[in-house]
């Protein structure tokens, strides 16, 4: 995933190179990528409690990251645009950094997916105003994550998805350029 972040960020890069921004983006692959570490991080806190402390100490270890994870963001945010004069992005900021944790505070499926809703929830209440489209189209996706059932299709689109990625930002912005 952090490779193909590298090569789709490319794309971003010459965006802004073309429209003159200072700005550095960085596209929801390498966020994900970031988030990534952290959720193999809270999974080894929990594995180390014993069984009669793993839920209370699992959640205030998640509040925890949650805060660090928090802090960080800004405080790396804060960096790049003062020390560089770079307005550093994350793909969809500190929810898309965290989002994916919250997929890991339940048992089985259902309840995993409770608490990806809720904290999807939260994130989207939090940014209500920002982007009334974005809210309003990452709550249509919950339907298709209740749906999965864990299997893969019966064709294996798996090499066109990494592939498409990339290409849809070339076409976009070649879109945006003649536009």
């Known amino acids: 995933m952090f490779i193909l972040g590298i090569v789709c960020q490319a794309v971003y ?17 390498l966020t994900f990528s970031v ?13 180390r409690l014993k069984a009669e402390e ?3 100490l ?8 949650f805060a660090l994870v928090f802090l960080a963001e ?3 945010t804060a960096l790049c645009d003062t020390a560089f004069g770079i307005e550093l992005t994350f793909d969809y900021g500190f929810a898309g950094i965290c989002l994916p944790m ?16 809720y904290g999807l929830l939260i994130f989207c209440a939090a940014n209500y105003g920002d982007n009334y489209i974005w809210t309003i189209s990452t709550l249509f996706s919950l339907i ?9 299709g ?19 912005y070649g879109i945006d350029m003649l536009i």
């Open 13 to 29: 890069i010459a965006e802004a190179a073309i429209n003159g921004g200072n700005g550095f983006y960085l596209n929801i692959l």
């Open 35 to 47: 988030a990534i570490p952290l959720c193999y991080l809270f999974i080894y806190i929990e594995k």
């Open 54 to 56: 793993k839920d209370n």
């Open 58 to 65: 699992a959640l205030i270890g998640f509040a925890m990251l």
């Open 74 to 76: 800004r405080g790396v």
């Open 102 to 117: 919250f997929a890991l505070l339940g048992k089985d499926k259902r309840n995993r997916m409770l608490f990806f809703t």
């Open 144 to 152: 298709l994550l209740w749906l999965y059932n864990g299997k893969g």
């Open 154 to 172: 019966e064709m294996n689109l798996k090499y066109f998805f990494y592939a498409f990625y990339p290409l849809h930002l070339v076409v976009i």
